[in-house]
């Protein structure tokens, strides 16, 4: 269940860490949909008979995917003001992809906000670090500094 604050306390919560969210298991219909979706058929990703004759040996999600699951991941345990009548993706300041994630593998997200500005009255800009890790990895899947905007009711 997401965490709601007042927006001033939102405004001070900068170093804030959240909990992990629940794994969540990247399955091969997953990447196949996420291919579909976005005409980016490449081998490594589809076909498992030839991605299992690379160094990888069998097939990975796209970094991609890995990045838009990041609203889906952070539902559960993000940090949301009070009165709050819309949020929305405002961009990243940086990605990296780290490590591939394999098919089946599991994946879960933690993030730590980095900033809150309010941009004017009624929108407060959260900027967060995002990490997706990848169980039984050492290296997380990807790092990304998201950009959110908060919408809130006078």
Known sequence: ??????????????????EPSPWLTI??????LFADATRDHQFIHV???????????????????????????????ATMPEGLLMAFNYGLNKVRFIQPVKVDS????????????????????VTTEATVEIKGEDKPALIAEMLSMFVVSP
């Open 1 to 18: 269940m997401p965490n709601v604050v007042p927006k001033d306390e939102l405004l001070e919560m900068a170093g804030h860490q959240s």
């Open 27 to 32: 399955d091969q219909s997953q990447i196949n």
């Open 47 to 77: 076909d498992p008979v030839r991605a299992s004759k690379t160094p990888l040996g069998t097939t990975i999600a796209h970094g991609f995917l890995t990045l838009s699951l990041l609203p889906h991941l952070a539902e559960e345990h």
């Open 106 to 125: 599991e994946v879960r997200m933690y993030s730590k906000i980095l900033a809150v500005t309010e941009k004017d009255p009624g929108r407060v800009l």
